[in-house]
């Protein structure tokens, strides 16, 4: 599908719109559905989108494997963090009133971060998981 | 639905059962959906329809695409089959009306959030208020899970080294 | 001030480490990181144990909602003396995982495996300490997708389809679980374990709860490898690598075992529903056919972990015997021997795997043992003292637990369950038998790489021998611990 | 439709968990075996949420012009059950394209004969 010059420009139009709607869906999660892990989802789906297209080379140069694993531990690290830090400053595991003078802006803070956090993780594994898949030839040598 | 499960079960051509269960989690999400659960509906679809699809495909591309004739008689496994959906038939006969909103689950625990969600938390999506706050933990948990899924995948998937093992 | 967050502390730490393990991407920080983890995990268990001894149960409001509306942690006799097995056989394991995983799993996923093992503990000790229904089932699949991932990377191929099958059986058993839940949750509204317990007391309609009932016990049922549910167990632990194994074998059925002790004695009202059901006596007949049932195979096995898995599905038949005595020595044997086989079968476990990094091999069947007593002297002794213990000989561990439970019995006036308590026994000494005479008579043959078992897999081991020796002896942390659980579950049934 | 719900949805989760036992149970091929897991999993969602939904409310999203509100709980709990289904159908997968690459089948039986040959 590479050479297809129809798909490329295609894919390139629509890419950053997918991005896009991954980050409405994320922040807009307090108001209509959606949240970190639909969000995760289809950050994930652009990026598949993309190497489905251009190539899994490709794919991967714009997101690197290295870097996706990063990315799912960075998510988990991240929500476990917002909890710890409610800790510190004097509630208890994941309470989210501490983390601003006024408590209704610390639930909102907390919610925010902890979302980062599963969108994180969740496209990373995403990720992950299609380059894991597609990048096995059908008895297990590279691609 | 029903027809996609029938059709699933006897279907011997695994492309085809891979995309009838597409087909199958677009209507769970069409349900889900009339039953007001529209977050669920939404990663219903983009889970089941989208990624497990997805997922399913590629392992059907490592693996082969045709299911041999089984080989057992299905009368024994049906038969359990039954007998476990009859226990749930039997439970389900004694829970509380459709929609009635003097059942427990409406009349315990839910009203707090419902009423005092927005004054606590500040976000008007109940689901998210819940999932991210009150029951916060559990959503830990969930993203712990997919990271378990996540590296356990890379664990085994890891491509070998040439030189190596 | 971190004294009041000891609860979350102990699952957190375990949690948390394991994505710090994948970022760092390095073999031996990921060991280092694991020991210090679970030795931490133990002393915050003790500390709590303390904790709980001095001023009763600990109850913990996570995001600081109280119980209903948020997820509880709620620490209490019976959860603590669960928690200090769990990581008491963690902090024994790891130490003994450095060389075990170097030895069995390939270089570029040793981290991982570090991780699953953090995050098999976590699951584990979550599911624990944890007062609400659904955050177990949440546990749980952390728990099962980690182990399912440590035995698929076991180095023979069977390995592979051990955890597939336990895979199906073990998502199964979730799913059961789950529904047991819901039924539960629709009649009560609540998913906080104490509250629904308070409510279910006031539900007239039994049959969702009787259905509840019978989802949750065969859910569970399959992850605690109760008879006839067992067929996943001994293939997966033969195949798992050693400390996998090891790990698994001394805690997650026992965890499981805890979980039904819960349900059945804290949240359902077995006035309510023990009337309606025969469940006393359907425990008492599983639990009488796997102990026979299951001795018998190990006895006609050849595989050595094949053998002893299969002395597990027995021994779990002793535990579940005292869950349908339903009596206070009965529950404390049961208790008890949640600790006493969980230190036993890690000891057997963590000793074969040092047989099997010296023989170069990982199935091993008995025959292959010939002249281990004179190539491994104290690995052979330490299979001996396990394997008493496992029997239940006095002055051993196993015997402890089996005394409380020939009690229970005959407080029951049930003499012929005392009966098969003795006969398992009897064949328990006959497949110990088999492994020792092999070892201590036989001339050596086979392919040996010499010496005894490494250093650090061989301190490991002769701990939990060691403790299968102290527990038979001293018994006032496992009896006395054993028995204010056992009080505790009596006093809720009231 | 949503009387429809109301009715029908047990007997559909019903339904769904025998169509899913029974795949998982009765079928040899490791990769449909899956796919039953994954509908058995499926079945539990109605159960959660059919009984959460209030006929004349609205989804759980605070907003003026509406006084009722179908439970938000269960919903949470069922997103929950979602992500932990795909990640087991995701290591599931990576272990049956494993089992392919050391077996060179995924039929439960010939997987059997294969190792008993081993043994024997």
């Keep these: 599908m590479k050479d297809d010059i129809i798909l490329r420009v295609i894919a390139k139009l629509v890419m950053p719109f997918m991005l896009l709607f991954a980050l409405y869906v994320q922040f807009h999660g307090d108001l209509g559905p959606g949240g970190g892990f ?94 894991m898949f597609a990048g096995r030839g059908r008895d297990g040598e590279e691609l | 639905m029903a027809v996609a499960v029938v059709a699933m079960a006897t279907q011997r051509n695994l492309f085809g059962v891979v995309v009838l269960f597409s087909i199958y989690s677009f209507l769970m999400a069409t349900v889900l959906f009339a039953l007001d659960a529209v977050d669920v509906a939404m990663t219903e679809a983009a889970v089941g329809a989208g990624v497990s699809t997805v997922l399913l495909l590629g392992a059907l591309y490592l693996t082969g695409g045709t299911e041999a004739k089984p080989l057992h008689r299905p009368l024994i496994p049906l038969a359990l089959a039954i007998a476990v959906g009859a226990l749930l038939a039997y439970g389900m006969l004694g829970l509380p009306a459709f929609s009635d909103p003097e059942a427990p689950i409406h009349a315990h625990v839910a009203p707090r959030y419902l009423g005092e969600g927005l004054k606590e938390t500040g976000v008007p999506n109940i689901v998210t208020a819940v999932l991210a706050s009150y029951r916060g933990y559990d959503t830990l948990g969930e993203t712990v899970v997919i990271f378990t899924g996540g590296a356990g995948v890379i664990a085994l998937l890891r491509r070998r080294r040439r030189n190596g093992s | 001030m971190m004294a009041e967050h000891l609860p979350i502390l102990q699952v957190v730490l375990p949690l948390a480490v394991a994505p710090l393990i994948v970022l760092a991407r390095d073999r031996g920080f990921a060991w280092v990181a694991t020991t210090v983890v679970s030795y931490g995990c133990l002393a915050i268990a003790i500390a709590l144990a303390v904790q709980v001894a001095a001023s009763g149960t600990i109850s913990y409001a996570i995001g600081s909602w109280p119980a209903p509306w948020g997820i509880e942690y709620r620490v209490d006799a019976l959860s603590v003396f669960v928690l200090v097995l769990v990581s008491l056989t963690a902090s024994l394991v790891a130490p003994y995982a450095q060389r075990s995983i170097a030895a069995e799993v390939a270089d570029d996923r040793a981290y991982l495996m570090y991780a699953m093992y953090c995050l098999c503990l976590a699951g584990l000790l979550g599911i624990t300490i944890t007062g609400d229904a659904f955050n177990l089932f949440v546990f749980l699949e952390i728990s099962s997708l980690s182990t399912y991932v440590l035995i698929a990377l076991g180095r023979n191929r069977k390995a592979l389809v051990a955890a597939y099958q336990y895979m199906l059986m073990g998502t ?39 259905a509840a009932l019978a989802f949750i016990t065969v ?38 075992v805890y979980v039904v002790l819960r349900y059945y004695f804290m949240v359902f009202d077995p006035a309510q529903l023990f009337a309606h059901l025969p469940t006393r006596e359907v425990f008492i007949a599983l639990s009488v056919a796997g102990m026979l049932v299951a001795s018998l ?50 000891a057997i476990f963590v000793l074969l795997g040092g047989v099997a990094l010296r023989y170069g091999t990982q199935s091993m069947s008995v025959a292959n043992l010939a002249g281990l007593a004179r190539r491994m002297p104290l690995t052979a002794f330490g299979l001996v003292i396990a394997g008493l213990s496992l029997i ?63 250093i650090g897999m061989l301190t490991a081991a002769l701990a939990m021998v060691i403790l299968c020796v102290y527990f038979g002896f001293d018994t006032t942390f496992s009896v006395g611990g054993a028995r204010e659980a056992a009080d505790l579950l009596l006093r809720a049934q009231k | 439709m949503s009387a429809f719900a109301g009715h029908y949805a047990y007997w559909i989760t019903i339904f769904l968990m025998v169509a899913g036992m029974y795949i998982l149970i009765a079928r040899g091929n490791l990769l449909k075996k899956l796919i039953g897991l994954a509908l058995l999993q499926t079945s539990v969602y109605l159960l959660y949420i059919a009984p959460a939904k209030l006929i004349g409310g609205s989804a759980p999203i605070i907003a003026g012009g509406f006084s009722t509100y179908s439970n938000p709980l269960p919903h949470v709990l069922i997103l929950t059950a979602i992500v932990v289904g795909v990640a087991t159908l995701a290591l599931g997968l990576a272990l049956v394209v494993r089992i392919r690459e050391t077996y060179g089948s995924i039929e439960e039986d010939e997987i059997l004969a294969l190792d008993s040959a081993d043994d024997g």
């Design chain 1, 38 to 131: 639909q969000a995760g989802v289809i950050a994930a789906a652009a990026i598949v989108f993309y190497a489905i297209i251009f190539g899994l080379p490709a794919g991967r140069k714009l997101a690197p494997e290295w870097l996706v694993e990063k990315i799912l531990a960075v998510g988990v690290l991240l929500y476990a963090g917002v909890g710890i830090a409610g800790l510190f400053l004097g509630g208890t595991y994941l309470d989210y009133f501490v983390l601003d003078a006024d408590p209704v802006h610390g639930q909102h803070r907390g919610i925010f971060w902890v979302e980062v956090g599963v969108a994180l993780t969740v496209s990373g594994t995403m990720l992950k998981l299609f380059y």
């Design chain 3, 172 to 210: 199964v058993g979730a799913t059961f679980y789950v529904i047991g839940v819901g039924l539960l949750y629709l009649m009560t509204g609540t998913l906080n374990l104490a509250d629904m317990a308070a409510r279910l007391r006031e539900v007239d309609e039994l049959r969702p709860v009787l």
């Design chain 3, 219 to 256: 859910g569970i049922g399959l992850k605690l490898a109760l008879f006839p549910l067992h067929q996943w167990l001994p293939n997966a632990y033969a195949y798992a690598p050693s400390m996998a194994t090891a790990f698994i074998a001394a805690t997650a059925t026992k965890v499981s």
């Design chain 3, 297 to 346: 195979v190990a006895l006609f096995e050849s595989d050595v972990k094949r053998l002893f898995a299969y002395s597990s599905v027995a021994q779990i038949g002793y535990i579940t015997l005292g869950i349908g005595l339903d009596n206070q020595a009965s529950l404390t044997g049961s208790i008890t021997h949640l600790l006493n086989h969980g230190v036993t079968k890690g």
């Design chain 3, 392 to 454: 239940g000989i006095p002055g051993t561990a196993g015997f402890v637990s089996k005394w409380y439970l020939i009690m229970g019995a005959l407080e029951q006036g049930l003499w012929w369950v005392v009966g098969v308590i003795l006969a398992a026994s009897l064949i328990a000494a006959a497949y110990v038998w088999r492994v020792v005479e092999v070892a201590y008579l036989c001339p050596a043959r086979g392919e040996w790489r010499g010496g005894e078992a490494p």
